[in-house]
């Protein structure tokens, strides 16, 4: 193999992670070694008999670990995406979650001590908290979030600019906004409903469904990603990866249950006390610039996901 150069993807057995390791090894030249603790990941996202992958089970919060497995490579370039996540996970397990913050403060620290070109990082809406203003745009809008899960990558932020500013360490932030595929799992909204339509299951939906999303198919994510690294796009620079099209929970349901021709009945549950923020909508002209397209429709992004035979087997439609 002429291997011209190495990415590191960690949390990369996940449902973003696994999905940017396949698109980074279409290109020939390039070596990826994933690490994930498969916690919440799968080895069954990946592409084990690539020559050009290598997996490696270690936890990314683990210095000793992440140590000798970036001495040893000399990683190019490192996505870091591992992270505690989903909404009812990160509220239930705070103490956890708040360990992610060595986890990336160790992992800014061995990318700068091992010649690391650029580290990207996977941060979340979450860090704006509830909205002040809509669109949220990643320069004009406050950062006001409170849940542990939200303070963790708001700090990660700050550690990216500050490895930059002290030690020269180019980075790339980008803010997920709900992005769903047919590799994720049914902890997210998205997945959650699917999964309850296509049993002809009741739809739970948490206080009345006036609370609202945008949602990005995975593709339309890991294509911005990717070309943001091939053409060396927002260095040093914050991007909202996520739709700007409104859709309520209530409404996304509803389209849900159309879309699989479901019998399911949507049933309602008192609300989450913390983290179910009522609205959400990024600014993302930066994202739609790398593109320089639209996104994939909702409606054609649930049709494909149902039509995905990994969804299909993680949902025994076989």
């Known amino acids: 193999m002429d291997i011209?150069?190495?990415?590191?993807?960690?949390?990369?057995?996940?449902?973003?992670?696994?999905?940017?390791?396949?698109?980074?090894?279409?290109?020939?030249?390039?070596?990826v070694t994933v690490v994930d603790n498969l916690t919440t990941g799968s080895i069954s996202k990946l592409d084990l008999g690539?020559?050009?992958?290598?997996f490696i089970k270690a936890d990314a919060n683990n210095r000793q670990e992440m140590s000798e497995i970036m001495i040893s490579n000399r990683f190019d370039f490192v996505f870091h995406y591992a992270a505690l996540v989903g909404v009812k996970r990160t509220q239930e397990n705070p103490i956890k979650v708040l360990e992610d913050?060595?986890?990336i403060r160790n992992m800014l620290s061995l990318s700068k001590n091992t010649g690391v070109k650029r580290f990207f990082f996977s941060?979340?809406?979450?860090?704006?908290?509830?909205p002040v203003s809509i669109p949220q745009n990643e320069d004009t809008t406050p950062l006001n979030s409170r849940v542990p899960y939200a303070v963790v990558k708001n700090v990660g932020e700050a550690f990216c600019r500050s490895f930059h500013q002290e030690y020269n360490l180019n980075y790339t932030v980008f803010r997920f906004f709900n992005t769903y595929g047919p590799n994720q799992t049914t902890d997210f909204v998205m997945s959650k409903f699917l999964a309850s339509a296509l049993k002809n299951e009741d739809i739970t939906i948490y206080g009345?469904?006036?609370?609202?999303?945008?949602?990005?198919y995975v593709d339309d994510n890991i294509e911005a990603t990717v070309k943001a690294l091939n053409e060396n796009l927002f260095v040093n620079d914050v991007v909202n990866i996520g739709g700007h099209v409104i859709v309520s929970i209530l409404d996304l349901a509803k389209i849900i249950i159309e879309q699989t021709g479901s019998k399911s009945k949507i049933v309602f549950l008192p609300p989450l006390k913390d983290g179910d923020m009522t609205r959400r909508q990024?600014?993302?002209s930066k994202m739609r610039s790398i593109l320089g397209r639209e996104l994939l429709p909702i409606e054609q992004g649930i049709k494909q996901m149902i039509a995905h035979p990994d969804f299909r087997k993680q949902m025994n439609l076989q």
């Open 4 to 31: 011209k150069r190495k990415i590191l993807v960690t949390g990369g057995a996940g449902n973003i992670g696994s999905a940017l390791t396949a698109r980074l090894l279409k290109d020939k030249s390039t070596l």
């Open 50 to 54: 690539n020559e050009q992958l290598q």
């Open 101 to 103: 913050i060595e986890g």
């Open 123 to 130: 941060s979340s809406s979450e860090v704006y908290g509830e």
């Open 208 to 216: 009345d469904g006036s609370q609202s999303r945008t949602f990005c």
């Open 282 to 284: 990024p600014d993302n």
